[in-house]
């Protein structure tokens, strides 16, 4: 067993097509094959099926595709404990959406250069549903998301951090100072919005519509930075994870507006492919997304 071979059959499990899979290699078609049956043969089980021009992971293919992941991640990690780290080179491919991008996201962004300066780090923006059509395509390595908990049997997904979201407005807005609010005045308020479409602003449209009430935001933006900038400013109401607006709150220009059954439990989570390799400096990104706070 070679680890040339083990690449190989990483790359196959993930393209699920030998063509493929030879192409991102440099390999012939043949080539690809060659090592495949090299390696069934030295576990002694099939780990593809063949169907037409796909393949398909065996149920022995499945269980290796973890064993496999680990032999190349410890071989990697090895080489780097032998080597100066700062030499990977390379592109990290990042999804997330506006609402994370404007907290404390820039942070980690410098952490990582610093540990790996010659790695080459693309982020692209977009919903949940852009991103993983993005993450399904293998246009991206990770994805960060703030929404419900996704369970998904294709996804590898990992919980960073829980939050509740809250209606919040300026300390100046007359709301603020009541004991009681109810839904019906936050609606009458100037609402401005995350994108409605998706994350936890189409949950709270969910369950406004399960009482048969509804919102029309004047202003609909991704820019949680504008949004907070407009809230400060007495410009009106807003619907935000407590994360993107803690400094606020604690520094007294915005404060929370309680509506208990109105508040959704959100989740800050990264996500990659189950087939996807994880290198080294994607490990590290991952990491510092886990130590963020």
Known sequence: ?????????????????????????????????????????????????????SVYLTNSGEKFLTYAQKILFYTEEAKAGLKNEKLYS??????????????????IIKEFHHIHPNMHICIKTGTRDFIFNLM??????????????????????????KDKVYFVASTKNYLTQKKEVSIEEILEQELIMTECNSGYSYELSQQLAQNGLYFHPYL?????????????????VSYLPFFIIEKEIKNGTIAPIRIPEF??????QLFWHKNKYITKPMNDFLKLIKNMK
């Open 90 to 107: 390379g592109v990290i491919r990042i999804g997330t959406s506006e609402s994370i991008l404007s907290t404390s996201f820039s942070r």
């Open 220 to 236: 609909e933006i991704g820019n949680t930075d504008l949004i907070r900038s407009f809230i400060m400013e007495n410009r009106g």
């Open 136 to 161: 399904i395509h293998n246009e991206l390595d990770l994805a960060y998301s703030i929404d419900q908990n996704i369970i998904d049997h294709e996804w590898i997904g990992k919980i960073i951090q």
């Open 263 to 268: 508040e959704v439990s959100v989740y800050r």
């Open 1 to 53: 067993m070679e680890l040339r071979e083990i690449n190989t059959f990483l790359v196959a499990a993930e393209k699920m097509n030998f063509s493929k899979a030879a192409k991102q290699l440099g390999y012939t078609q043949a080539a690809v094959t060659i090592q495949i049956k090299q390696l069934e043969k030295d576990l002694g089980v099939l780990l593809f099926d063949r169907i037409g021009k």
